[in-house]
């Protein structure tokens, strides 16, 4: 028990330290804490159910978009994190995996039954632009959590008169 609770306190010390920043987090940028989300569930279950060749389907079919999220992902890190993205990066890479496996071991032999639909129900997507509002519309386990900002108004000038658009966040 003490190994766990050590485990535990190490990782939420681990999680504290790469709390999201208390300004809002960009659109995109949730999209991209999504689909990571998404992935990881998905790679969770494959290894506890032995379904690593659905796992490897998914990837197989997804790949861009998936890269393509990775790399705003890292992007993120980058921009909030500086010079220390990388680690902050592989931290949350880490602690997002142990809490997936650690809600997966808490549901015991109802998780394989709870979540290997996920499988069946991405691949049933007509294409890969679809994956990031599925990926949303997941309960998936973070070891974060995220406020998306609101769109803002921004002013426009056009000719003589002001007029206010929306900005994509």
């Known amino acids: 028990m003490r190994v766990v609770t050590t485990a535990l306190a190490m990782m939420l010390a681990a999680g504290q330290a790469l709390a999201v920043p208390s300004e809002c987090t960009r659109a995109a940028d949730r999209t991209a804490f999504d ?7 998905l790679m969770v279950t494959a290894l506890a159910c032995k379904q690593q060749e ?3 389907e998914f990837i ?9 999220e990775e790399k ?22 880490s602690n997002l995996a142990n809490a997936q496996s650690d809600n997966s071991l808490k549901s ?5 039954s709870e979540f ?13 632009s679809e994956l990031p509002d599925y990926a949303n519309s997941q309960d998936i386990v973070q070891p974060a959590s995220f406020q998306t900002c609101a769109e803002l108004p921004v002013k426009a000038v056009h ?11």
């Open 72 to 93: 705003d992902l890292n992007a993120y890190f980058k921009r909030v994190y500086g010079k220390r993205y990388r680690n902050a990066y592989d931290e949350y890479i």
């Open 159 to 169: 000719g003589k008169h002001r007029t206010t658009h929306k900005k994509a966040a």
């Open 35 to 41: 689909t990571e989300g998404l992935k990881s569930e």
């Open 54 to 56: 659905k796992y490897n």
């Open 116 to 128: 290997q639909s996920m499988f069946d129900e991405v691949m049933s997507l007509h294409n890969a």
């Open 60 to 68: 197989r079919t997804y790949q861009p978009a998936v890269a393509a």
């Open 108 to 112: 015991g032999t109802a998780f394989c």
